[in-house]
């Protein structure tokens, strides 16, 4: 039976093959007793030396490496014929190769001599130092699953079989390998030449360290929301770290773990750690428990670099690189930046190629050059570097068993309000059909029912979204789904002649997320650049509602300039899309200027005085009032206007 070739097999086949033909080449020179130890090198000869000797010279005028007389012609290509071996000679006819081939016949003194040289040549072997095994890549495009991490050891990394027999043995710990685990001690593939003795760049650490810590930090508006967030901006800047073979990560989320686990973690990986890598963005109080985590790496001795990232850095970097407890920051995508950074900490790479990065330096900040927004084909995230089970929750608008997904980046819309638009992140999105390879996958490991997409626009691209839909349609998948979605999306469908509702109805789209932001054409047309109108806005919910999908509509309160009478447009707009059915679902959020985006500058001018320092930001809370025009009664109005699911399905109530 044929078995399945593995992804390493070829490589272990090509490295057996090569051990094959080195004995081979012993043979040839041991041939003849009496010169097999002249012609067997020396390890002080080096590697190089030996395997010059050990080949057959080449052309019929090379002498033997022992001192002798030439070799008759026509035998050159041989070094010796052994004594007491019939039918040694070549036959005629034949190429030199082939005569190396001939297999002679053997007396009974010929079979002693045989096995004197092998005997020879077993003991020759075990001099020579063992060719190198094919190196493991780590991660899974190599291995078609989540590589385990690999810990690195003293004088480089040590090969699972090693820790393996560390655990069947722990008093081995001292001891010295057995030699064929002592083999597979590999050098890092990165390593500098120098090895222990070259430090980090900065910080004077030693570049041994392998693990990268990346950091979540809590965000606080969980404790009011169903919004169960994992933290995909990080999963997607540590999977070119793993694929690579970088370096091994840890992730760590401050939505599922405290600070105690915090101090657990740096515990057990501080000293391994090539640095710490910390997103933040703007309000939710994030800013403040990345600082928190951070200040308690800090105190310790062997803290490595701590470089921050994410939507705030890319609007406020210069500010957030002056704080004393960040090292360093990376503007634009971390997918590109955060794999050259480690790069550069290990020696791999100068510090002033790193794309995007700043960092404080003595005599003046270190700009790397610019990082583009554009962040290539997005793809199957690391999803071993968290416990998944910890984020499937009840969600009443999708399955009782939900997931939260991002399947794109980047938004092609203007809202004027929108972190998107300082981000000028260019759209980059799975494929459709990987989307639902890598659902099915959780699904059945997970036994989740439901998913829900927190990309900026699922809808973005309209045949991506019609490819998912046919192809659960036409799978049979069972699953419910729930999407972000622009009015003008459908719009756009309609135009097309796609019928897309439709297909989400069919396909198990229970719930699609609208921004509308304001009731008022006047705020639509002119502050916000919505691109449609109250009217257009009524008609496409009627439609999301005519096809049994449940509409969930966001709106801002308090833009700069908003009058009364405006925000009236919007609590009446509320109403009436509350008379739909199913009843959507509606949430009304404070205006917060987003430091880059036009209305940003707008507020400023209108009287808004923003935070000048990381630490003022950290307060920065868009669940308050933030500008001067915005009231007591209008944020309690706001709150009154919010009417969300929150209760699980089970439940089957909607407050
Ligand atoms: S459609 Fe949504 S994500 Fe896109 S710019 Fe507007 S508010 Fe931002």
């Not at 030996?50 to 030439?70: I, K, N, T, V």
């Not at 910080?203 to 933290?231: C, N, Q, S």
């Not at 980047?410 to 992140?425: A, D, I």
């Not at 999908?549 to 925000?567: C, K, M, V």
């Amino acid at each position: 039976m044929r078995r399945d070739r593995g992804p390493h097999q070829g490589e272990h086949r090509r490295h057996e093959r090569r051990q094959r033909r080195r004995a081979a080449g012993a043979r040839r020179v041991l041939r003849g007793p009496g010169r097999a130890h002249a012609q067997v090198p020396g390890r002080h000869q080096g590697p190089r030396r030996r395997h010059r000797e050990l080949r057959p010279p080449a052309g019929h005028q090379a002498r033997l490496h022992a001192p002798g007389p030439l070799p008759p012609a026509g035998r050159a290509h041989r070094p010796v014929q052994g004594a007491g071996v019939e039918g040694g000679d070549p036959q005629p006819g034949r190429s030199g190769a082939s005569h190396d081939r001939a297999r002679p016949r053997l007396g009974d003194g010929a079979r002693r001599q045989g096995q004197h040289r092998r005997r020879l040549v077993r003991r020759h072997l075990r001099r020579l130092p063992p060719l190198p095994l094919p190196r493991r890549p780590h991660g899974p495009a190599a291995h078609g699953r989540p590589a385990p991490p690999v810990l690195p050891a003293e004088g480089g990394h040590q090969h699972p079989a090693g820790r393996r027999a560390l655990r069947r043995d722990p008093r081995r710990a001292g001891r010295r390998c057995p030699r064929r685990v002592r083999r597979r001690v590999l050098p890092h593939p990165h390593a500098p030449p120098g090895g222990a003795e070259v430090m980090t760049a900065f910080l004077g650490l030693p570049a041994r360290r392998r693990t990268v810590i990346l950091l979540y930090p809590k965000v606080d508006h969980e404790k009011d929301y169903l919004y169960f967030w994992m933290p995909f901006s990080l999963l997607s800047v540590a999977k070119p770290l793993i694929d690579d073979g970088i370096a091994d990560v840890v992730l760590f989320d401050g939505n599922q773990n405290d600070a105690r686990a915090w101090e657990r973690l740096l515990d057990e990986r501080l000293d391994d750690a090539v640095c710490i890598g910390v997103s933040v963005m703007t309000g939710g109080g994030q800013i403040a428990h990345a600082l928190d985590l951070v200040g308690r790496a800090k105190s310790r001795p062997n803290c490595p670099p701590v470089v921050f990232g994410g939507p705030h850095v890319n609007v406020l970097a210069e500010q957030t690189a002056e704080h004393e407890l960040v090292d360093a920051v990376l503007v634009g995508p971390g997918q590109r930046s955060m794999p050259e950074f480690v790069r550069a900490l290990l020696g791999g790479q100068r510090l002033e190629e790193v794309a995007g990065l700043i960092m404080r330096r003595p005599d003046g900040p270190l700009r790397g050059p610019d990082n583009p927004p554009r962040t290539g084909v997005m793809g199957k995230y690391p999803w071993h570097l968290l416990n998944i089970a910890d984020y499937i929750r009840d969600d009443p608008t999708v399955a009782p068993r939900t997931l939260n997904y991002i399947s794109s980046q980047g938004c092609v819309y203007k809202c004027q309000f929108c972190y998107e638009l300082t981000y000028q992140r260019k759209y980059s999105a799975m494929a459709a059909h990987d989307i639902v390879e890598d659902v099915l996958e959780l699904q059945r490991a997970h036994g989740m029912s439901g998913v829900k997409f927190y990309d900026a626009d699922w809808f973005v691209n309209l045949k991506r979204a019609a490819a998912f839909c046919d192809e659960i349609i036409e799978r049979g998948i069972d699953l419910a789904w729930a999407a972000s979605i622009n009015p003008n999306d459908i719009r756009k469908a309609r135009r097309s002649g796609l019928d897309i509702l439709t297909k989400i109805a069919a396909s198990g789209g229970s719930r699609l997320l609208m921004g509308v932001e304001s009731g008022s054409d006047r705020v639509l047309r002119d502050v916000v650049r919505k691109e449609i109108d109250r009217e257009g806005i009524l008609d496409v919910a009627a439609d999301i509602a005519d096809h049994g999908i449940l509409g969930s509509y966001t709106f801002i309160i308090g833009f700069p300039g908003e009058t009364t009478a405006e925000q009236d447009e919007t609590y009446d707009l509320m109403e009436r899309l509350r008379e739909l059915t199913p009843t959507p679902e509606t949430r009304v959020h404070l205006f917060a200027p987003y430091p880059g985006t036009p209305l940003y500058a707008e507020s400023l001018r209108q009287g808004f005085e923003p935070p000048s320092s990381l630490e003022g930001w950290a307060r920065y809370d868009y669940y308050e009032s933030q500008t001067p025009w915005t009231s007591a009664a209008m944020v309690e109005r706001a709150r009154s206007g919010t009417r969300m699911k929150t209760r699980p399905a089970a439940s089957g109530s909607c407050p």
